[in-house]
């Protein structure tokens, strides 16, 4: 038998959603769990995987249409039916006004508004992922306790060891109740959960033996590293203080600005990255600590009245770190403009001397490899550098003692104990600690 | 076991605990030589003769309190108010005299004492005479309170209200009385007041309800199990003290509760059940309770008022599809 996929409702705010890709093409073969599309919402990418299964029949939207939600987006039925009345349905009815038509009276309003259904529309197709976290313009990040469930669901999800933030509830409000649990238990946990892998089994690793025997003469920016690396892990006194950082807020209020949700403190949109943030933040903890935007020459520490940042980027074969100059004194804006413009031409080797040369302080963010941590070397003669590792969920617990899962970062300072103190690179870290926890306070 | 009509097992009862005791009467307006407003009373006064069934004068304070001294002298008086909403007029005898003087003289009197008759909203009797005042006599510490529903259980909790040794207000309802049943035989057929019972087994939803009103709970359960929602129906019965066991071993299966009572919602009932539940099996809740009461109005004598006003088997039904999320609030008034 026939059967619609229409747009599903991902999060409470989602009126239309943007099909991004078609992932199976008119005359496929489904099944259940097959990525069918991938769909932009209000807050996210997501995949949608079909419920159903049988031959995908017709698609009714192209690829970058945007459609409001339960629109009809394709039928999955038998290859042999025929489906011309469906068809014919559906096109007459995507020419009529969208079904959910603003109420005119006071009364009618009432009435929509009380009588607003939170029982989910059958739709053939369902989300794989979670939807990203809502955020409120508000109160951004993930707040504890921001996810509804019923005290049996979650004793219930307690009990089968189901992520209650993997489980979209279909009570009021996105409450989370018994049946949505039970409806996990009965189809089976593996079913129903968010794949991590997206999309099932993940392709297999292709082991290629790419060893051979070469010698690479020591040259260019090869020899410059290998020349100031070994003199400063060998002269340098290095000490290393670690932290982890929360980052729930930072998460939320990039979602934020990134989707245009909020302009805070005048912050144009953009796709600002977490390295932005970072950048600013860390530069608002130096302002703080000018001890440590400092340079050692062996004879004197010279601190430093305005904020030149280096940043590591690597490339094939070496590594570079170019420069933002009076970083204190720029918006996020013009942070990120600036690492776009000097990353790109960095990885070119097309940075002129002045702008890699002569930083005050040097940021090394090895996050997209999924690290915990890392312990950096000192560039000098600068007196300390920070060591950013990967933004992770993590088993977190808030200021009231309760358990969530939440985002952290793990970084490290490495110091020049021959200029700073450990109580001084301590501070610094418990300051950008700080920070990051209420970027909405200094992000500009 | 014979079957018979629930005014008849109240007769039955009364029967066998006066030929039992001769502490036992029966006193009340038109209880004797009338047989009893509503016939409960039938054939009393000429088995057991003009002292131990005695026609009172239309005086509800004057013979409850009699009641109350013939209980406190050793005697077992088994007081028939014609409805409840007169012990509005004999109160300071109830709450004030019957329930606290066990308290008052350190346990050294005791009032074993019965008030019975029906309680409720019958038909059109307008608002005075349509109270169901439960609520104020559940409220008191002191008296025991029972609502009996059919007729079995009508005969067992009505005799171990007369053998019990502190005053007992035994709720019937007008509309019961015609209701018939099987009821055991055995003259020592006797239920505790301090149960309820499980009136239909289920899994989805429980619907608490006594007297008239656990019918209509039947009811709504069997149209629910239509749609596939198997509800659990408790009968009450002890409305003080309440049978906490029962409520919450239902819940902690179920998740998810309707209350149905005879009066109005605030400080009734249910709103007592809904503290219980909540403080012992707070894990356990997947919905808020929801609650079918009176409306907050006087009873109307309009016949169409008078119905829209009551619990119904729809407003029951609507109240276990939304603990089920199947239906919002509003559906219940658009109906």
Redesign the interface.
């Known amino acids: 038998m026939a059967v619609k996929i229409s747009m599903p409702k991902l999060s409470d705010t989602m009126k239309e959603g943007k099909l991004i890709k078609w992932h199976k093409q008119e005359g496929d073969e489904v099944k259940p769990g097959d990525v069918i599309a991938e769909v932009e919402t209000d807050k996210a990418n997501m995949d949608l995987e079909a419920f159903d299964k049988g031959t995908l029949l017709k698609l009714f939207v192209k690829e970058n249409d945007r459609v409001p939600v339960g629109a009809v987006l394709a039928i999955v039925g038998d290859r042999k039916e025929s489906i011309d009345d469906l068809v014919g349905e559906i096109e007459s009815s995507r020419d009529a006004p969208p079904v959910a038509a603003v109420p005119h009276t006071a009364q009618a309003t009432a009435?929509a508004t009380?009588?607003?259904?939170?029982?989910p529309a059958p739709v053939s197709a369902r989300p794989l992922a979670k939807p990203a976290p809502s955020v409120d313009p508000v109160r951004l990040g993930l707040a504890a306790g921001g996810l509804r469930a019923?005290?049996?669901?979650?004793?219930m999800a307690a009990e089968h060891g189901i992520p209650l933030e993997s489980i979209q509830g279909?009570?009021?409000g996105g409450r989370i109740?018994?049946?949505d649990i039970d409806l996990i238990l009965s189809q089976g946990l593996a079913q129903r959960l968010p794949d991590r892998r997206r999309g099932g089994t993940p392709p297999a690793i292709e082991i290629q033996n790419k060893l051979a025997e070469t010698l690479t003469p020591l040259e260019g920016v090869r020899k410059v590293i290998a020349e100031r690396m070994a003199l400063a892990k060998q002269s340098i006194p290095h000490f290393y203080l670690q932290a982890k950082l929360r980052m729930d807020r930072v998460v939320g209020f990039r979602m934020a600005l990134n989707s245009g949700q909020t302009s805070a403190g005048g912050v144009a949109p953009l796709s600002y990255s977490y390295n932005d943030f970072i950048l600013q933040g860390v530069c608002k903890a130096l302002m703080m600590n000018p001890g440590v935007n400092a340079t050692f020459d062996g004879i004197g520490v010279h601190t430093h009245a305005q904020i030149d940042l280096s940043f590591a980027v690597a490339f094939e074969g070496g590594l570079i770190t170019p420069v933002i100059r009076g970083c204190d004194a720029l918006s996020l804006r013009d942070i990120h403009m600036a690492a776009e413009d000097l990353v790109d031409r960095g990885r070119r080797m097309k940075l002129k001397p002045e702008e890699y040369l002569g930083g005050s302080f040097t940021v090394s963010n090895l996050g997209m490899f999924g690290l915990d941590n890392f312990q950096p070397i000192i560039n000098p003669p600068q007196v300390a550098i920070l060591a950013v590792a990967a933004i992770q969920r993590q088993p977190c617990v808030d200021d009231e003692g309760h358990l969530y899962v939440g985002w952290e970062m793990g970084v490290t300072l490495a110091c020049d104990h021959r200029a700073i103190d450990g109580a001084a690179g301590a501070r610094f870290l418990k300051d950008l600690t700080a920070l990051m926890e209420q970027p909405e306070s200094w992000v500009q | 076991m014979a079957e018979m009509e629930f005014r008849k097992a109240l007769n039955l009862a009364l029967d066998e605990e006066l030929a039992r005791d001769p502490d036992v009467f029966v006193i009340g307006e038109e209880v004797a030589e009338y047989d009893g407003a509503y016939k409960v009373t039938k054939g009393l006064l000429a088995k057991y003769g003009h002292e131990r069934v005695v026609d009172a004068p239309i005086s509800e304070s004057g013979f409850c309190g009699l009641a109350v001294g013939a209980a406190m002298a050793g005697l077992r008086p088994v007081v028939e108010l014609m409805t409840f909403s007169f012990s509005l007029v004999a109160i300071d005898q109830i709450l004030n005299n019957a329930a606290k003087i066990r308290y008052m003289s350190g346990g050294a009197m005791r009032v074993p004492l019965t008030f019975r008759g029906p309680s409720g909203v019958v038909h059109q009797l307008g608002a005075t005479h349509s109270n169901a005042l439960e609520s104020i006599f559940a409220h008191t510490p002191g008296l025991k309170v029972v609502a009996c529903s059919t007729p079995e259980n009508a005969r067992g909790l009505l005799k171990s209200a007369i053998r019990d040794d502190d005053p007992v207000v035994f709720l019937e309802s007008e509309l019961l009385y015609a209701l018939k049943g099987e009821v055991p035989d055995d003259p020592e057929f006797l239920l505790p007041l301090h149960k309820g019972r499980i009136a239909r087994e289920g899994v989805d939803v429980t619907i608490v309800a006594y007297s008239k009103r656990l019918h209509q709970a039947l009811d709504a359960a069997d149209r629910l199990a239509r749609e596939g929602i198997r509800a659990e129906v408790i009968d009450l019965i002890s409305l003080r003290p309440i049978d906490q066991d029962i409520l919450l071993r239902s819940f902690r299966k179920t998740n998810r509760m309707v209350t149905v009572e005879e009066s109005w919602s605030f400080c009734g009932i249910g709103a007592s059940i809904v503290d219980i539940v909540q403080r012992h099996a707070f894990d356990f809740m997947d919905a808020p309770i929801e609650r079918v009461t009176l409306e907050e109005v006087p009873m109307p004598y309009n016949e169409s008022l008078e119905n829209f006003v009551q619990p119904s088997v729809d407003k029951i039904i609507s109240a276990a599809r939304r603990t089920l999320y199947l239906e919002s609030e509003a559906s219940l008034h658009g109906r």
Do not use: D, L
């Open positions: 009435a009380a009588a607003t259904p939170h029982i019923s005290p049996m669901a979650a004793k279909s009570g009021p109740v018994k049946n």
